[in-house]
């Protein structure tokens, strides 16, 4: 019973107008028929063992987000490693190579392919095995569940079965979908956060059914039985159908009683309720896709190169077939020693055909060499090191949560160097929902000295700009008189512009000195009761009063510190109230009927608390855009309060009421273009005769039964919210989460597009649209939506198609149409509406629009339309998408984007184990793409070319030599050399670049982010320079041959005449070959590390080392190589100038390109590159600035194209300010003139 102790006293539904009856719950209106298929579902509450046997087992509530199993984790992996062109290809090899056909021992084939197959599996292995740790933590959270007798004790959340009694705390998440029975309220409502869900902060009021109203502690569920009869599993977050059979009655059910998995009980102290459906049949879950797997555009393109490779590998072992059985023809009867008297099946002349096409498997063996086997396995080691750097990367740790930047997949680190859309949740992944009371108007007067973030980077700007035009004028003698002018001018109209509130708010830091959370307001005119002294005190007054008495917010005392702290469903109220206390009106406490305010006159004055009355409250709906609320104050007057949205409550003003509605307007404009969120505050004085009256009708609306209650209440409320007196506005920044802004500015700068999708109401996300920039002053919105009666007519889906279509059409002419450059467009459209613009249709039409707009806002959508619409964007488009979240409702269109990024905050985990990477703050995406990302492409990008170049030139050396020898099918180098080259010789190397390569340092892809265009340009990784490298392995391999046969096969290479045999002129090319290789390497590098020269230099070293020992080793184990380079290469100088002229032979190609295109067609890193050569950035610094300023893409969202659309706007109030300046100089010139003149005359 101590439970039943607690239970507030407090009716908070009764605190809501418009849900506070029982009609809104259906439970009058009788039963759901529940029949049909999609509505089987039984559960027996408290009874959960009867679902263990058919025709239910149900679901366990285990979750698992892996790839694999025990069982498939085998054959799955090994068809995606043999779904690898070149993987299968080398597998087919490795067969052949058993038979007497091979040219090469068959350990030489088996060999390699073991070891990459492997490598690629034990990386996938360990990858799922961190998702499996992740989904263990998840599963192996703890619940309250009633065992028996009324006890409950803790279980494991995967042990909880459909239909167990579960007891869930305040701030604890939900572990099933359950039915509320009943709450530690007296009414048993609760509050339910869904951010986790569908991204809104508001808390949701949740109400369980009178019927099970006295389960109201843990002894109640001894006994308790029912049986719950409710549709199947399905995705629908918002729809619920089902009856609850009770002590003999029914009861329907609809979605107010349902708490769906992984939203958290808020502001309320237990509640109590019945497992329905549990693990994947849960709603959210439903809302999950299979993870998929994913590959990278770069490995896709891969594929096609290796697909290019096997083409001209058919070319040359077809043409080594052909010549193969043209000399078994024709020569084969001259070559004595081949006993051609006694011929054999492969060597017959009378069939030459046969001898080709068996040839053909031998040529096809022999030149395997062309196709990389190590390539994937060296992008995987490359990777996975790549991913260690993303995860140990300082400027992406987060020290408040300690929690690191992750690469859960390694698979698509390069993908992030090519991002061309980012798709973004906003509650959690933007905001951290917090506002900052800054400014306000009263009574016509702003307040407010402090200055928003947008005003501070605009007024910086503008300096900068003015000491630019300082430095320029300075140049120029004959205008000094008028450059004085002009910046006296500027200074005297610096007020007009506001440049002076960056005097007093300098930095951030300063900023962030308040120390009040939700409260960044500077004036002393309002603090410490000097309000008293302003010119109208009364109208201040009464603003603080709507301040601290127009909301539903419930005071909550913190057990910490004393202090009072605020529930409220939005984060505006918040920051309202907080104003209110420190102005000296201090929200205290809530009763059934009224709230209580602190009020104090002056900073020495003692408090008084007085008493409002609630006599109604008009809640916030997005259709009403205000709230209000009716109260009877201690004097007994009755007023109405009002705050909402500035068109609304103009519209609403009483001719008396326009008073300030002139200076209002003034301010709020300016507020907005400072950034700002703007309610405008207005009262009624109402008396009993006119209240009496009009809540007789409101009652009767109230208490209808019916469809068309709602449209009374509204009615009847617009009534009353008539011939209002304005007060002011207030003006609050949205506190965006830690560098949101300055981290979407440098995206857009760097080319990037930003769509918001989230599930919160349209109002909220174009505000915080306006936060972070994405939208601005002056941004041309399009808008489109549904009416009611579209939605209401006999066709919804044919009306509601035919509207969307005409507005898409409209607003694509609209902008086609536009000549204005400085144009911006934002596209808002809600899930209803977007329901209809995904269909085949239209869908296409509706991403057209889209990709023409500068930014996209699409709200109150569903997590499937999130994971519709990355789609549509990802295959209409054809470019790469990046979706970011950090709720459960994110996953389906994480997985669905060609990355995932999942938040690692308060939210929960589901979104970073659906992830491909996760970061702790939004801001980190900013480091993540356009440093990390830019530079894992390019080193991926130059690794895959590097490969194809060194494999290249090193396969066709053996098909130029077998043609040289009359297409024997006789391989040049030993066994050894050919296991050597791809596994250990020229990997090394190559991984170095793929780790370690810059082309630019961290802190300059930062500052100049058009360097990340490369990318999604994918001007690293285009035919044009694949094939480029293609053709200069082509070429090397000609150079290395040819010098070799060239200068050891007509000429003794010793002073003792000795000439080369085959084995020394296959270790002579060789040695060409891996220098050639390694040198190469060493010029695609733009920087260096110790590691990079030790293994570049130290393969080369590698190699003769090797020579040196296999070459010690006994004859039966060296054969021919017995010591080959101690007593046959190393004293021959030739040996020596022909590796001297090998290099600069082969590496001259590249070297005359390079300088070609740094010198005549330079690219952005090349410049900068030359300019951190030569110390010009710190010899010159305006330059460097100067430079970076030009080295972003042209963008019409982000912080610095709101700063330029300032600018714009100062400048053209400056421009104005000069003209009338003139104007009346001139007029002044013209009066004293004709006087002059007459003096003169005189």
């Excluded at 307040?447 to 320029?472: H, I, L, N, P, T």
């Amino acid at each position: 019973m101590g439970r039943r102790r607690i239970r507030s006293r407090i009716q908070k539904s009764h605190f809501y107008t418009f849900r506070c009856l029982r009609p809104t719950t259906l439970e009058d209106q009788g039963p759901h028929p529940i029949h049909g298929p999609g509505y089987s579902r039984i559960v027996h509450c408290n009874r959960p063992h009867l679902h263990l046997s058919k025709p239910f087992r149900y679901r366990s509530n285990y979750v698992s987000t892996t790839r694999y199993n025990m069982l498939t984790f085998l054959p799955k992996c090994l068809y995606e490693q043999f779904h690898r062109v070149a993987n299968f290809y080398f597998l087919v090899a490795a067969i052949l190579s058993v038979f007497p056909l091979s040219p090469f021992n068959k350990w030489s084939m088996i060999a390699p392919l073991v070891f990459v197959v492997g490598l690629s599996m034990g990386k996938e292995a360990l990858e799922d095995w961190r998702r499996f740790m992740q989904d263990v933590e998840v599963n192996s959270r703890k619940a309250n569940v009633h065992k028996e007798g009324g006890d409950f004790g803790r279980r494991k959340w995967k042990k909880i079965r459909v239909g167990d009694v579960v007891r869930v705390e305040k701030d604890e998440f939900f572990p099933a979908d359950l039915l509320l029975l009943s709450s530690s309220y007296e009414d048993g409502i609760c509050y339910v956060e869904t951010m986790n869900l569908d991204g809104e902060t508001n808390l949701k009021v949740k109400r369980c059914l009178d019927a099970t109203l006295p389960l109201e502690h843990d002894g109640s569920f001894q006994t308790f039985s029912a049986t719950i009869k409710c549709e199947d599993p399905n995705p629908n977050l918002y729809t619920f159908v089902g009856n609850l059979e009770y002590e003999g009655q029914v009861h329907p059910l609809d979605p107010s009683q349902i708490l769906l998995r992984d939203s958290k009980l808020r502001n309320t102290a237990y509640i109590y309720g019945v497992a329905i459906f549990t693990g994947h049949d849960t709603k959210v879950m439903q809302n999950t896709t299979k993870s998929p797997s994913k590959r990278s555009r770069i490995e896709k393109r891969m594929d096609y190169i290796i697909y290019t490779l096997f083409v001209l590998l058919m070319c040359v072992s077809i043409i080594s077939s052909l010549g193969f059985a043209f000399m078994t023809q024709f020569h084969m009867a001259n070559w004595w020693y081949l006993q051609p008297d006694k011929p054999e099946s492969l060597t017959n002349p009378r069939n030459p055909m046969h001898a080709g096409v068996v040839h053909l498997i031998t040529a096809l063996l022999l030149y395997g060499y062309l196709i990389p086997i190590s390539l994937y396995v060296s992008i995987e080691v490359v990777k996975v090191l790549q991913a260690t750097f993303i995860n140990q990367d300082l400027h992406m740790y987060d020290s408040d949560s300690g929690t690191p930047a992750q690469a859960r997949t390694s698979n698509l680190n390069e993908e992030l160097g090519q991002v061309d859309t980012i798709l973004s949740d906003k509650t959690g992944t933007l905001t951290c929902n917090q506002m900052d009371f800054l400014k306000c108007s009263i009574a016509g007067i702003s307040y407010g000295v402090r200055a928003s973030e947008v005003e501070v980077a605009a007024a910086k700007q503008m300096a900068m700009d003015f000491e630019e035009q300082d430095e320029d004028m300075s140049d120029i003698p004959k205008t000094k008189n008028k450059k004085r002018g002009y910046m006296k001018m500027a200074s005297k109209t610096s007020s007009d512009f506001e440049l002076e509130t960056v005097i007093t708010a300098s930095d951030d830091k300063d900023r962030n000195q308040a120390g009040i959370k939700g409260f960044s307001f500077e004036d002393n005119r309002l603090m410490d009761g000097n309000w008293l002294l302003e010119p109208t005190p009364d109208d201040i007054l009464m603003f603080f009063r709507i301040l601290a008495v127009c909301h539903t917010a419930i005071p909550e005392v913190d057990e910490e510190t004393g202090k009072l702290t605020y529930e409220a469903e939005s984060p505006d109220e918040v920051s309202f109230l907080v104003a209110a206390r420190e102005f000296g009106f201090e929200f205290s406490k809530r009763t059934q009927s009224s709230v209580f305010i602190s009020e104090r006159s002056s900073s020495s004055a003692q408090p008084a608390e007085r008493e409002y009355k609630i006599l109604n409250l008009l809640d916030f709906t997005s259709k009403r855009k205000r709230m209000s609320v009716i109260v009877r104050d201690e004097e007994g007057q009755i007023l109405l309060l009002c705050k909402g949205a500035d068109s609304i409550i103009f519209d609403r003003l009483a001719k008396k009421g326009k008073t300030y509605l002139g200076a209002t307007t003034k301010h709020l404009n300016e507020y907005g273009e400072a950034g700002l969120r703007t309610l405008a505050l207005a009262y009624k004085n109402l008396g009993e005769a006119e209240y009496s009256a009009w809540n007789s009708e409101f009652l009767k609306a109230r208490t209808y039964v019916g469809a068309d209650r709602d449209a009374m209440l509204e009615k009847v409320s617009d009534v009353m919210e008539r011939e209002l007196t304005l007060v002011g506005a207030t003006a609050v920044e949205d506190k965006l989460q830690k560098g949101v802004p300055q981290c979407i500015d440098k995206l857009a700068q760097a080319g990037l597009k930003i769509w918001v999708l989230t599930g919160d109401k349209m109002e909220t996300a174009i505000n915080i649209g306006y936060a972070c920039s994405l939208l601005r002053q002056g941004m041309k919105q399009i808008s489109i939506a549904l009416t009611s009666s579209e939605e209401s007519s006999e066709a919804p889906e044919v009306v509601a198609k035919e509207s969307i279509l005409m507005q898409i059409t409209n607003a694509a002419q609209m902008i086609k149409l536009e000549k204005d450059p400085h144009a911006a467009f934002a596209l808002i459209i809600d899930g209803k509406t977007l329901t209809y613009a995904l269909k085949d249709d239209i869908k296409f039409q509706f991403l057209a629009l889209a990709v023409d707009c500068a930014s996209v806002i699409c709200c109150r959508v569903s997590p499937k339309q999130k994971a519709l619409v990355t789609r549509l964007v990802k295959e209409g488009t054809g470019k790469v998408t990046l979706a970011i979240g950090d709720g459960a409702n994110d996953v389906g269109m994480i997985q669905e984007a060609d990355i995932g990024v999942g938040i690692s905050g308060v939210e929960g985990m589901q979104a970073v184990m659906a992830s491909d990477f996760s970061i702790a703050q939004f801001q980190f995406l900013e480091r993540l793409l356009v440093v990390h990302g830019h530079w894992c492409y390019k080193r991926i990008a130059q690794m895959i070319c590097y490969f194809f170049y060194k494999n290249i030139t090193f396969g066709l050396t053996l098909f130029y030599y077998e043609a040289f020898t009359g297409f024997s099918g006789q391989s040049i180098y030993n066994d050894s050399y050919l296991l050597l080259f791809n596994v250990v010789l020229t990997s090394l190397p190559v991984i170095s670049l793929g780790v370690f390569e810059q082309d630019v340092p961290s802190d300059v892809c930062l500052q100049f982010p058009a360097l990340y265009q490369q990318g999604p340009k994918n001007l690293f990784f285009d035919w044009y320079r694949i094939l480029g490298w293609m053709g200069n392995g082509v070429y090397s391999s000609i150079i290395i041959f040819s010098l070799n046969i060239g200068i050891f096969h007509v000429q003794s290479f010793r002073s003792t005449g000795q000439t080369a045999d085959m084995n020394a002129m296959g270790t002579m090319m060789f040695t060409c070959i891996i220098w050639a290789v390694n040198v190469q390497i060493a010029l695609t590098m733009s920087h260096f590390t110790w590691i990079q020269h030790l293994l570049i230099w130290g393969s080369i070293g590698a190699w003769y080392i090797f020579l040196i020992l296999y070459g010690m080793l006994p004859p039966k184990m060296s054969a021919n190589i017995f010591h080959m380079l101690a007593e046959t290469l190393a004293p021959a100088p030739i040996f020596w100038l022909t590796i001297l002229l090998v290099i600069a032979a082969t590496a001259l190609p590249y070297f005359c390109h390079i300088s070609y295109q740094r010198s005549v067609n330079p690219l952005d890193h090349h410049i900068i590159q030359e300019i951190k050569h030569y110390r010009i950035d710190v010899e010159d610094e305006r330059m460097w600035t100067r430079e970076r300023s030009k080295a972003r893409e042209k963008t019409k969202i982000g912080f610095t194209a709101r700063v330029d659309a300032k600018i714009r706007l100062l400048r053209g109030k400056l421009q104005r300010k000069q003209s009338v300046l003139s104007t009346v100089s001139g007029t002044s010139s013209n009066d004293t003139g004709p006087s002059s003149n007459t003096q003169t005359q005189t």
